[in-house]
């Protein structure tokens, strides 16, 4: 008569060691993928509109401008840090942001990553006057373009959009902003918005980018809190061990009417359009 094999025989220990060893190679293969070569990554607010909303998700290269503990999640492990390439001007870079000053206890200021675009690399200098950016002492072209038109969206309502901006198009309420084309002077072009006459925000000194440095902007420039200001107010110039990497291509946008316990509303909720768009 056979023997029933119980749950503390030996082939069921090595059925679980070995479930144990494939979960661990498998966290490791994620962790490699995601500190080295690309990883996800999910937008929370929109200091960079036009090109990025909030509820886009997009793919990050890790691979561009070298290594650092930073390209590790949460930057917890030691990493000897790798540098090999500056980004370019008019990249879109995901960093870690400084961490936040002794005494400062706004959690918005806790160390996590962020997303904005390359101004200016060590030696430049940026000005903003009149809304308008300078680089090295030349005025960026600024052509008015097309207003930005959002329809407001449970994840972009009327907490976002001031009701100076608020409009209808065809029955539905929108967020409606002024646009612009930025074109740097290496032939990078873009958007960006401008919202309003904000002086901090639109006229301010002469800004040297330091050694080792980098000087970012969110596209949105009245409701981006970048190295135009210093701590606690932005960033100030981020250093280049905490750039990660740049933005690869978005590859999911939800406006965020999706319900977990509906599944029909994650196809209804997407933005299947903003799907593939590239930096």
């Known amino acids: ?127 903003m006057r009149g809304g308008q950016l300078f680089l090295n002492g030349k005025a960026i072209p600024k052509q008015r373009i097309a207003d930005f038109i959002l329809p407001l969206t449970p994840n972009f309502d009327t907490r976002h959009c001031d009701a100076a901006f608020q409009d209808t198009v065809e029955g539905q309420p929108v967020c409606r902003y002024r646009r612009y084309r930025e074109t740097l002077p290496n032939g990078k072009s873009y958007d960006v918005l401008d919202q309003r006459d904000i002086p901090a925000a639109d006229d301010t000194g002469v800004y040297t980018v330091a050694p080792g440095t980098v000087f970012l902007m969110g596209d949105n420039r009245d409701d981006s809190a970048d190295s135009r200001f210093a701590p606690p107010m932005g960033m100030g110039m981020i250093p280049m061990e905490r750039v990660e990497g740049r933005a690869m291509v978005s590859f999911f946008s939800t406006d965020g009417s999706a319900e977990w316990i509906k599944p029909w509303t994650w196809v209804s909720a997407a933005r299947w359009n903003r799907i593939g768009e590239g930096f």
């Open 1 to 127: 008569m056979a023997k029933v094999k119980t749950a503390n025989t030996p082939s069921t220990r090595s059925e679980a060691n070995e479930t144990l060893r494939f979960l661990l190679k498998l966290a490791l293969f994620v962790l490699i993928l995601r500190s080295f070569i690309v990883a996800p990554f999910s937008i929370p607010s929109e200091s960079m509109l036009p090109r990025l909303l909030i509820g886009d998700y997009l793919f990050v290269s890790k691979w561009n401008y070298g290594y650092s503990r930073w390209s590790l999640p949460g930057g917890v492990v030691p990493f000897p840090s790798m540098h090999w390439s500056d980004p370019k001007p008019g990249d879109v870079v995901v960093f870690r942001s400084p961490d936040p000053a002794p005494g400062d206890a706004n959690p918005e200021h806790d160390d996590h990553d962020v997303i904005k675009r390359v101004i200016g690399l060590p030696g430049d200098t940026v000005q």
